[in-house]
């Protein structure tokens, strides 16, 4: 019965993003890739809105903007890596300089 519990387990972060730019085509195909690691199923939520993190299409519906928050969950603590890799995309701006 403890099993079947801990698989149910969900995992998440609030991040807003810090790039000028937001999350456009490139930061959106970051996501995806590290995504493409997790064992279990990624999402990305804010208020209005929650999609699949492996999908580069649905991760720009977002319509994430600069200073917008985001929450990142994770559904099983075997990906906490992946939580915690896509949290260090975030703070790092995706790259970006702007």
């Known amino acids: 019965m403890m099993e079947k519990l801990e698989k149910n ?8 993003i810090k ?3 937001g999350i456009h ?7 995806a890739e590290v995504v493409k ?8 939520s804010t208020l209005h809105n929650k999609v699949d993190a492996g ?8 319509g994430g903007s600069m200073g917008t928050e ?3 969950n994770v ?11 896509l949290c260090d995309l975030f703070e790092s701006k995706f790259g970006e300089e702007i």
């Open 9 to 16: 387990i969900t995992l998440s972060r609030k991040i807003t």
């Open 19 to 21: 790039n000028l730019l």
């Open 25 to 31: 085509a490139r930061p959106a195909a970051k996501i």
């Open 37 to 44: 690691k997790a064992k279990q199923d990624v999402w990305l």
């Open 55 to 62: 999908s580069i299409i649905d991760i720009l519906t977002l």
């Open 70 to 72: 985001i929450l990142i």
């Open 75 to 85: 559904e099983t603590p075997e990906d906490i890596n992946i939580l915690t890799e």
